[in-house]
């Protein structure tokens, strides 16, 4: 029995890592069969423009995840943003851009600070820093949705929506994060210092590392990607309000999760995210060809997280308490 138990484990774990693209393949030709017309080229790329703004949160996210925390500010964040990018449109111009992505990073580094310098478990921190993100929202915007100036975001953002040649620009800006975000994690001494933290963080202390300030970094960068997806929903939406992005967080974790990256930290990464996110995106898109009400698709999510992280997680890092 026990050699039953360990050949099967054995299975089970050179199998893992090939799960998020056979899941995804298996989704796409159900989701084909159900409705032919999911599979036509521009369904397609239409598909993965809309979910640009999701993957975007998602990889921020992964990089909390990777070093083993976690980020439930995203969210706030991003709705934050698309007040601030609404209101800074008409003074700063393509700078409130900037001023977008600066202030989201500052939130995720206080969030990294709570959680290095005051101990503080990073979903509660990240809960609190949630909260003051969402606070500033609804000061900034009257507690009340905004528009902005057509003329004003052509000018600025016009660049960001649109398409050249039927590519939509949302895929260009989607794919030039993507490559940033994994140069980082893969091609500098930066992610190797994240990998060594997920895979061990006292290891990784005793090898000399600076963990608390990486460990800020990282949640600096999950906070200044969350305010980008903010920006692009403002742009995409012609403006803002403090809940425009509500229900993106549970998919957005989902998709880390469901691509590779466990809680636990230390394996997976960002193309990982890219096939989690796109079988997010085919779930969702599952969910309407099959008529499931909107006010359950949370539901599914939820469940499907469960299942995410029963797969993914690294039981070995767990302390099991009897």
């Known amino acids: 029995m026990a050699t039953i138990t360990k050949s099967a484990n054995l299975v089970w774990e050179k199998t893992k890592p090939h799960l998020p693209w056979v899941t995804l393949i298996t989704l796409v030709i159900i989701v084909g069969i159900a409705d032919a017309n999911f599979l036509k080229p521009q369904n397609m790329i239409s598909l993965a423009a809309d979910v640009v703004p999701l993957f975007i949160m998602a990889m921020g996210i992964t990089f909390a995840i990777y070093i083993g925390g976690i980020d439930l500010s995203a969210q706030s964040i991003a709705n934050m943003t698309t007040v601030i990018a609404t209101v800074a449109l008409a003074m700063f111009g393509i700078g409130a851009a900037f001023i977008c992505i600066l202030t989201g990073a500052a939130l995720g580094a206080v969030s990294g600070f709570v959680t290095t310098r005051l101990y503080v478990p990073s979903f509660v921190s990240t809960i609190a820093v949630g909260g003051v993100a969402y606070s500033v929202g609804q000061w900034l915007s009257g507690q009340r949705a905004l528009y902005m100036d057509a003329a004003l975001r052509e000018n600025a953002f016009a660049w960001m929506v649109g398409n050249t040649a039927g590519l939509p620009h949302e895929l ?7 490559f940033i975000a994994w140069f980082l994690m893969t091609r500098t001494s930066f992610g190797r210092a994240l990998k060594a933290i997920g895979a061990g963080e006292l290891a990784a202390v005793a090898s000399g ?13 999950s906070g200044a990607f969350a305010a980008i997806a903010g920006l692009l929903f403002a742009v995409k939406l012609s403006g803002g309000s403090p ?80």
């Open 172 to 178: 260009v800006i989607g794919g030039t994060l993507l």
């Open 209 to 221: 590392l600076n963990v608390d300030r990486i460990k800020v970094i990282a949640f600096a960068l």
């Open 243 to 322: 809940t425009i992005a509500n229900g993106f967080l549970l998919p957005a974790i989902v998709a880390v999760l469901v691509g590779g990256t466990p809680l636990t930290g230390g394996v997976g990464g960002m193309i990982n995210t890219l096939i989690g996110t796109l079988i997010v995106a085919v779930i969702r898109s599952s969910m309407l060809y099959f008529e499931i009400d909107a006010t359950k698709q949370q539901m599914v999510f939820g469940i499907i997280l469960i299942i995410a992280i029963a797969a993914t997680i690294d039981r070995s890092k767990l302390r099991i308490v009897k």
